[in-house]
T-cell receptor, first 110, second 113 residues
Framework: EDQVTQSPEALRLQEGESSSLNCSYT??????LFWYRQDPGKGPEFLFT???AGEEKEKERLKATLTKKESFLHITAPKPEDSATYLC???????????FGKGTKLSVIP | DVKVTQSSRYLVKRTGEKVFLECVQD?????MFWYRQDPGLGLRLIYF???????EKGDIPEGYSVSREKKERFSLILESASTNQTSMYLC????????????FGQGTRLTVV
C-alpha cells in the first residue's frame, strides 16, 4: 500500500527565516511525486512534479527536491503570503490515482 | 490555464436527500477524480474515471456513485445523504500521459443536517 507522511504537521516561521518541509513516501514504483499549495477553503494548487531521484524544481522562493525515499520543499526567505498548507502526493507506476499526505500547515509571521 | 469548475461552493442538504455534485473541466483531460477532505484525514479518493462511461472505486466509495456521460463532466452522487458525509469535496482532472499533475476545482463545502 502506498503511503505518504509529511512532517512537521505545522510550522511557524518568522518572515525571512528559511526552512524545509519533508515528505516521506513508500510506493511500488514511483511514477511521480507532486507538491501542492492549499489556501483555507480552496482547492489545492499544483506546484511541482518530480519524476526521479536527484531531480529539482524551483518556483520563486520554493525549491522541491527528490530522493528515493523522500522529498523536501525548501522555502527560502519566506513571506507572509507563503502561509498555506502544503500537500505532497505520489502516483505509483501503472496507477491513475494520487495518494496524499496530510499536509504541513505553514504560518509565516511578519 | 486549466480550469476545473465545481457547480457549488457551499451546499446544505437534509439527511436522506439525494445530492448531486457537478464538476466540469475545460482542458479535454481523460482522467477525472472526486476526493473528500476532512481535518486530520487529508484527501481521500472516492471515485475516479479514466474515460467516458468508465469509473473506478477509490478508497472510500461507500455511499457514493458517479456518472461520466461526457468527457468534460464528472458528477458525484450521494444516494441518501448522511451527516457523516459532511465534508469538503474536491474534483480534479489530469491528462493521461507522463504525469503533469492533477488540477483541482475550488471545492464544495457540503453540510448534511
Amino acid at each position: 500500500e502506498d503511503q505518504v507522511t509529511q512532517s512537521p504537521e505545522a510550522l511557524r516561521l518568522q518572515e525571512g527565516e528559511s526552512s524545509s518541509l519533508n515528505c516521506s513516501y513508500t510506493v511500488s514504483g514511483l511514477r511521480g511525486l507532486f507538491w501542492y499549495r492549499q489556501d483555507p477553503g480552496k482547492g489545492p494548487e499544483f506546484l511541482f512534479t518530480l519524476y526521479s531521484a536527484g531531480e529539482e524544481k524551483e518556483k520563486e522562493r520554493l525549491k522541491a527536491t527528490l530522493t528515493k525515499k523522500e522529498s523536501f520543499l525548501h522555502i527560502t526567505a519566506p513571506k507572509p503570503e507563503d502561509s498555506a498548507t502544503y500537500l505532497c502526493a505520489v502516483q505509483a507506476a501503472g496507477s491513475y490515482q494520487l495518494t496524499f499526505g496530510k499536509g504541513t500547515k505553514l504560518s509565516v509571521i511578519p | 490555464d486549466v480550469k476545473v469548475t465545481q457547480s457549488s461552493r457551499y451546499l446544505v442538504k437534509r439527511t436522506g436527500e439525494k445530492v448531486f455534485l457537478e464538476c466540469v473541466q475545460d482542458m479535454d483531460h481523460e482522467n477525472m477524480f472526486w476526493y473528500r477532505q476532512d481535518p486530520g484525514l487529508g484527501l481521500r479518493l472516492i471515485y475516479f474515471s479514466y474515460d467516458v462511461k468508465m469509473k473506478e472505486k477509490g478508497d472510500i466509495p461507500e455511499g457514493y456513485s458517479v456518472s461520466r456521460e461526457k468527457k468534460e463532466r464528472f458528477s458525484l452522487i450521494l444516494e441518501s445523504a448522511s451527516t457523516n458525509q459532511t465534508s469538503m469535496y474536491l474534483c480534479a482532472s489530469s491528462p493521461p500521459e507522463r504525469v503533469r499533475g492533477a488540477f483541482f476545482g475550488q471545492g464544495t463545502r457540503l453540510t448534511v443536517v
